[in-house]
């Protein structure tokens, strides 16, 4: 207990020694109450911890640098497997998508394939069973084997080969006692169907197949045939070789014919065909209309165009006995109202300005006139004895070559000067009345733009 006092007091000595003031303070502490330590020893204490608690901090440290160390490097693997597992996910989910894709096509094929199947029919002659994908002849009367093979073939068929149990039960209800198609004549005990292939099984009752053989009139006859012998019979053992020469009824076999169901495509065709032969009615009412509606518009035409030409001999008419009227007259009659003359029964305003052709029509419209329209060779002979060239109410504007008076009416009787109307550089669309040219070739075309003087011409009187 000393020593180890001694071993304190020693290192406590070399712990104080950095503070000489305190010895002499822990030296008594020390000694005063080493059992009970007070508050003054508390300090020794501690300094006796932190010298011993230095390789402890380094193990901390090192345990810490190697826990990080730790967890850094299960950081990494898990992060290695989380990206392994991501990747695996979008695999599996692309492989699922791709199954899916494939099982939405496999449900398109089926359902394609169900409707093509739904017009398939699979059928028998009449007169024959079918089971699966054969036909089943029964004969009415008994023969020998080759009696009834010669039969089936002339029937495009066979006798019968059976090639599983259900067919073999199926058979063995159609009839007692038949020939099938099975015999070892070619090679005795090694039975053959009539196609060449050798039976896989056979229903063989007890006992069968036997050998017998019988010696008839020096020679020897077997057995060579196969009857089935249903009646009373297990279906599953009911083969019995006899001779080939009995008689007995039999069964033919042949393939059945798919034929494709042409019910829907027959409706289809018949509902075409009527639909076609309403469609040629609709035509030949269509065409029948049509050509009743040709010569209702060549009629119309006719009567339109000997309208039109009773209206201009009427315009004839009525211009001459307006000519006819007015030479009786004879009479040029003033007014008052300035500008204005009277020839016939007509107004007519003589202008002292020059205006565009427009203007001047704007001008008569606004007197309640419209530019003269020359019927008659005397109205003709009355504008002439004006004191300037003017605009008269006639243009093809609307469309060249082709002279309207503004009432909208066709020029018929015409005083164009000789060479004119030239539409001279394209550009000369209204009617010019020039005083210095013969009396019945006074009329050129112009550019409707030029200023020139005009008359107007009206049926009332102006006030
Ligand atoms: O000013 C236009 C006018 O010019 C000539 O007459 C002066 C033309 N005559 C001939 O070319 C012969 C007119 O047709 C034309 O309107
Ligand atoms: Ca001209």
Redesign the pocket.
């Known amino acids: 207990m000393e020593t180890r006092k001694d071993e304190d007091s020693e290192s406590i000595y070399m712990n104080v020694d950095d503070n000489g003031a305190n010895h002499s303070e822990v030296y008594e502490n020390f000694f005063a109450d080493t059992a009970t330590p007070k508050a003054g020893s508390q300090a020794v204490s501690e300094g006796k911890q932190v010298r011993s608690g230095r390789p402890a901090a380094v193990c901390l440290g090192l345990l810490c640098v190697l826990l990080l160390a730790v967890i850094m490097g299960l950081s990494t693997k898990h992060n290695a497997e989380k990206e392994q597992l991501w990747n695996r996910f979008n695999n599996v989910t692309m492989e699922r998508d791709q199954l899916q894709a494939s099982f939405d096509n496999l449900t398109i094929e089926r359902d394609g394939l169900q409707r093509q199947l739904s017009n398939i029919e699979i059928l028998c002659p009449h007169g024959w069973r079918r089971f699966k994908s054969s036909c089943y002849y029964v004969s009415h009367n008994i023969n020998t084997w080759d009696h009834g093979r010669q039969d089936c073939r002339g029937k495009e068929a066979d006798l019968v080969i059976i090639t599983s149990r259900e067919e073999q039960t199926f058979v063995s209800g159609l009839a007692s006692n038949f020939w099938i198609g099975l015999t070892d004549r070619d090679r005795l005990r090694q039975w053959k169907w009539v196609d060449g292939t050798l039976p896989i099984s056979g229903y063989w009752m007890r006992g069968e197949p036997n050998y017998y053989t019988y010696w008839n009139s020096g020679t020897f006859i077997h057995e060579n045939c196969v009857q089935v012998a249903s009646n009373g019979y297990d279906p599953l053992f009911n083969w019995k070789k006899v001779r080939c020469d009995r008689l007995h009824t039999w069964i033919c076999e042949k393939m059945t014919r798919c034929v494709i169901k042409y019910i829907n495509v027959k409706e289809e065709k018949k509902s075409l065909s009527q639909t076609v032969l309403s469609l040629k009615v609709e035509r030949e009412t269509l065409l029948s209309s049509i050509r009743n509606l040709t010569e209702e518009r060549d009629q119309l035409k006719s009567s339109y165009q000997n309208l039109t030409k009773e209206r201009d001999q009427m315009n004839k008419t009525m211009n001459e006995l307006k000519d006819k009227l007015m030479s009786a007259d004879n009479v040029t009659e003033m007014f008052n109202v300035e500008g204005w003359k009277k020839f016939g029964s007509r107004y007519y305003y003589f202008s002292t300005e020059e205006k565009s052709w427009n203007k001047s029509r704007q001008d008569c419209i606004e007197r309640g006139a419209d530019l003269v329209i020359i019927n008659s060779r005397e109205e003709q002979e009355f504008i002439k004895k004006g004191s300037r060239d003017v605009w008269i109410g006639l243009s093809d504007e609307e469309r060249e070559g082709e002279w309207k008076w503004v009432d909208g009416s066709a020029l018929t009787t015409t005083f164009w000067k000789s060479?004119?109307p030239?539409d001279?550089q394209r550009g000369?669309d209204c009617a010019v009345f020039l005083l210095c040219s013969l009396p019945l070739r006074t009329w050129?075309?112009?550019p409707c733009t030029h200023s020139v003087a005009w008359v107007c011409e009206s049926t009332k009187r102006p006030a």
């Open positions: 060479g004119e030239n001279f000369e050129n075309d112009l």
